[in-house]
């Protein structure tokens, strides 16, 4: 089992449209959660971070998180083609200082 | 400050040549990070270091890799004896201690080619 896991994609939305992402994370101990997008060819940038359960919310995104379930998900609503890139879930544990990412889900925002 | 720098930006070389990558994380920042990162995959931990000392190497380092951050500052990474497996995109981050909530801030990457 990785320790993080995404839907590889593409998740193809409808520009207007919420995109819903998911992650599983498979260590209890995992305290910060951090998503970041990618577009191709370049680095990762950080969106957003979550440490409680609940929703986050920055502008058009929205971090969720349910350690209970290990589940950590982003929301993003009105959708736009700029919105278009790979979406990594990276988790943090309590023990170590270094992020561990998902695989990324491909987003694709059509006009 | 101008970000996390990483050069050179591309490489290409010869299976069995060695190759080193060097990357200057922003100023004030004291935790230094490489990740190597495969097409089609997320970025896969391989060294950390606070300040000049490393702190934590992943198994997927083999003794043909090797990094250093002298004085605490810029970090190189150096592979030895490439081979094609090592063709992928190596990736530095850098963060302050105390201000982790705000995650990493990466560096444009070095895409290796080994051929």
């Known amino acids: 089992q990785k320790e993080v896991e995404q839907n590889s994609g593409p998740l193809s939305v409808p520009e207007g449209a919420i995109a819903s992402l998911n992650c599983t994370y498979s260590?209890?101990?995992?305290?910060?959660f951090f998503w970041y997008r990618q577009y191709s060819g370049k680095s990762p940038e950080l969106i957003m971070s979550?440490?409680?359960?609940g929703d986050k919310e920055d502008g058009r995104f929205t971090a969720q998180l349910n350690k209970a379930s290990q589940y950590v998900s982003l929301l993003i609503r009105d959708s736009q083609p700029s919105d278009s890139a790979t979406y990594l879930c990276a988790v943090k544990r309590t023990a170590g200082n270094k992020l561990t990412f998902g695989g990324g889900t491909r987003v694709l925002v059509k006009p | 400050d101008t970000g996390v720098s990483q050069n050179p930006r591309h490489k290409i070389t010869k299976r069995g040549q060695n190759v080193t990558f060097r990357c200057d994380p922003i100023s004030e920042h004291n935790r230094l990070y490489w990740y190597r990162q495969t097409l089609g995959q997320g970025p896969e931990f391989l060294t950390y270091f606070q300040n000049e000392a490393q702190l934590e190497k992943s198994r997927l380092l083999s003794d043909r890799f090797s990094a250093e951050r002298p004085k605490g500052s810029f970090s190189t990474l150096e592979i030895q004896r490439t081979e094609q497996g090592d063709s992928a995109m190596y990736l530095c981050?850098?963060?302050?201690?105390?201000?982790?909530?705000?995650?990493?801030?990466f560096g444009s990457g070095t895409r290796l080619t080994v051929v």
């Open positions: 981050a850098s963060s302050l201690m105390d201000r982790e909530s705000y995650g990493y801030t």
């Open positions: 260590d209890r101990g995992s305290q910060s």
């Open positions: 979550i440490y409680s359960n």
